[in-house]
């Protein structure tokens, strides 16, 4: 398993963007597809964006995908996410989560990743 670490949440007003980042211990990042989930108090994990081991493939939610850009620097073992016009409701712990391998098909589901980060909290107040 990959040990992930996330890092760029924090409290923004409603309409700005912040850029989450997710490093990985492991140097080999590049064999291993990427995604990042979001919890947000009381829910289930809810699947905001993945791209496949070699980056040609990204998959986005509809929330996700007029706003948020997912990509990976496997120089630097590391996927981001580039989230825009942020809404309250986008409010949550965002997770990165990684498998060994290509995506299985979609839609990405959080039993399909066998390694995760410990959160980082989103906050867009209105």
């Known amino acids: 398993q990959v040990q992930l670490s996330e890092s760029g949440g924090g409290l923004v007003q409603a309409g700005a963007s912040l850029r989450l980042s997710c490093a990985a211990d492991?140097?080999?990042?590049?064999?291993?597809?990427l995604a990042w989930f979001r919890r947000a108090p009381g829910q289930d994990h809810e699947t905001g964006a993945a791209?496949?081991?070699?980056?040609?493939?990204?998959w986005y939610s509809d929330t996700a995908k007029t706003r948020f850009t997912i990509s990976r620097d496997d120089a630097k073992d590391t996927v981001y996410l580039q989230m825009n016009s942020l809404n309250p409701e986008d409010t949550a712990v965002y997770f990165c989560a990684s498998r060994r391998g290509p995506l299985k098909p979609p839609p990405p589901k959080a039993s399909d990743f066998d390694s995760w980060g410990q959160g980082t909290q989103v906050t867009v107040a209105s």
């Open positions: 492991s140097g080999h990042i590049s064999l291993h597809s």
């Open positions: 791209i496949s081991a070699t980056g040609k493939y990204k």
